[in-house]
């Protein structure tokens, strides 16, 4: 493949791409635990802290020597310069023609960022002024539904974005929400979803937050429409209820309006805030609604103290670009295949599953901004589910299996306020799993060890413990609404980062797009019996005995 037009030359042609390809070939590769005898400093020199995070990569496959060789890659790949692009507002992603500018969300009010000569810092700030007003007369009883009746239930309709980030940071935030009022997401087109969030509601007292950026999301579109059903045939079928009941974020009002729902109960936001980047936007309202505005704001803050590092700390100490690095190393070098998240928190329960998509949806790409074949690898497969749990589910894969799975560990040093003594003594033993689980992985258990236990020779093998399995641990004093914006910008700078060294457009998702024009195709022939053209010969013998299932 030849290098781009520009002259750029491709990644893999780069010298100092093949200089961390010789260094992983050519050079030592010393095991973790003869890294730390060589140097037991790297546990305090592998450190990073931004904000209120304490990030330790200690506990990694590198040494001095790889890291400057990565960050000569990130030199070597301008990623200081695209970064530069994204706060400035430029069009950095090339396929839809649009500013990148998530970061706005939570600039201060005084900020000036402009697209197409305007400055967008005024529009967000009235947007987060309404929805604060609004989630007051929510909280406070003053919104009141058709029937006079105070609002106890919101329901978020969305999906994806306009899903994941919401139901993610309520779950993260619920010690901090108002208990009396009852949060739900709906998202799946199963219409299973809706009904089991609303059956035990009263819609007398539910309010419908429908969230989709484009309004066109046949999901979302879908149970909003059944949603209005089930609330007008609860409430005698009078249309004016809807706009006591319905509130949309969208950007685009046309839409919202032809739905039914007054423009004035719309909160907007713009095309330059991808989806997966959207829940610091007016796509927070129900977290608003749940947590207050002054919790909300609290996160924004949190979310500027790590744009404010990304975009000034040096390299070295970069958080976002050392992680980003990180990921590179392993997944180009070492061809680790999935990233693992695991936090050592039940309240973020969702953080992985919201991580997904924005690592997936953003780096998942098989073409550079060019429009060439990548002829290396991009985003890796995240996932991870809470420890301790998965400690007795999936766990013994990575500490034995054949796969290399880097993985962040995520923990706080303080449980939260609201438990009992008891629960919250339960804190140092969740962490202890959190640092055991780090040092088994590091560390690993030789064979020599496992025999000066005693134990017999031939289960010698099943008992060793190879080590070198690299983690990042972050540590911060509590989950609190600031720590939770901390925590999504220094992933979403993450993955900025990998995209900007990849040389891909992280900001588009083309991917998702064939799937949904084949999912309206096919539905006819599903419903109808239509005969679908172009149907190929598997997919048309599925759908028969669908039908015929269904018939039975
Ligand atoms: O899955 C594709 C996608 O476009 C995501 O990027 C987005 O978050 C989701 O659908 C929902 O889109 P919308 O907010 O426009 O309904």
């Known amino acids: 493949m030849s290098d781009s037009p520009s002259g750029t030359p491709r990644l893999t042609r780069r010298p100092e791409w093949t200089a961390l390809e010789d260094h992983r070939k050519n050079a030592p590769q010393p095991g973790l635990r003869e890294l730390f005898a060589a140097d037991p400093g790297r546990a305090e020199r592998y450190v990073v802290h931004v904000g209120d995070l304490r990030i330790d990569y200690s506990k990694h496959l590198v040494t001095d020597e790889t890291l400057a060789l990565l960050q000569e890659l990130a030199a070597a790949t301008d990623v200081f310069g695209l970064r530069d692009a994204m706060f400035r507002g430029e069009k950095i992603n090339t396929t839809e023609n649009r500013a990148v500018l998530h970061t706005a969300l939570r600039a201060p009010r005084d900020a000036v960022i402009e697209v197409d000569g305007e400055n967008v810092v005024p529009g967000v700030h009235a947007v987060l002024d309404k929805m604060a007003a609004f989630a007051d007369r929510v909280r406070s009883g003053e919104w009141t539904g058709h029937t006079g009746r105070r609002i106890r239930n919101v329901v978020n309709i969305g999906i994806g974005g306009s899903d994941l980030g919401p139901a993610m940071a309520y779950e993260a935030l619920r010690p901090f929400t108002d208990r009396e009022l009852t949060f739900r997401f709906v998202s799946n087109v199963d219409g299973s979803d809706l009904h089991e969030a609303v059956r035990d509601l009263d819609p007398a007292e539910t309010l419908f937050i429908v969230a989709s950026k484009t309004f066109t999301t046949i999901e979302t579109i879908t149970n909003a429409t059944s949603a209005r059903s089930w609330l007008l045939n609860g409430l005698g079928g009078d249309e004016k209820a809807v706009a006591k009941h319905f509130v949309a974020l969208s950007t685009n009002a046309e839409k919202v309006a032809g739905f039914g729902i007054d423009v004035d109960n719309m909160f907007e936001f713009w095309d330059w805030v991808g989806g997966r980047y959207s829940y610091d936007s007016a796509i927070g309202l129900s977290l608003m609604i749940a947590i207050g505005p002054d919790r909300f704001r609290e996160m924004l803050d949190g979310f500027r103290i790590v744009d404010e590092h990304f ?192 040389n891909i457009d992280s900001f588009d998702q083309w991917g998702v797009e064939l799937g949904k024009v084949l999912a309206k195709r096919v539905e006819p022939a599903l419903t109808e019996g239509a005969d679908v053209p172009g149907l190929d010969p598997s997919t048309a013998a599925l759908v028969a005995a669908y039908r015929n299932l269904r018939e039975v």
């Open 311 to 502: 975009r000034n700390a040096p390299a070295e100490a970069n958080a976002p670009l050392v992680m980003g690095l990180l990921g590179i190393w392993y997944g180009n070098f070492h061809d680790a295949q999935s990233h693992a998240v695991l936090p050592y928190s039940h309240y973020l329960s969702k953080f992985t599953a919201y991580l997904q998509q924005l690592d997936m949806e953003s780096n998942g790409k098989s073409v550079d901004r060019d429009g060439n074949p990548v002829d290396w690898q991009t985003g890796p497969v995240v996932w991870g589910t809470p420890g301790t749990n998965g400690q007795h589910a999936y766990y013994q894969l990575i500490h034995q299996g054949t796969k290399l799975i880097p993985a962040d560990l995520i923990g706080f040093a303080r449980p939260v306020a609201e438990l009992s003594d008891e629960l919250k003594a339960q804190h140092d033993l969740l962490m202890a799993n959190l640092f055991a689980q780090g040092q088994a992985l590091a560390f690993g258990k030789t064979a020599e060890e496992v025999r000066a236990e005693g134990v017999p020779e031939e289960q010698v093998p099943h008992r060793t413990f190879r080590g070198d399995h690299p983690t990042t641990t972050i540590l911060a004093t509590e989950l609190t609404p600031s720590v939770l914006g901390q925590l999504v910008a220094l992933y979403e700078h993450k993955v900025f980062v990998q995209g900007a060294v990849w």
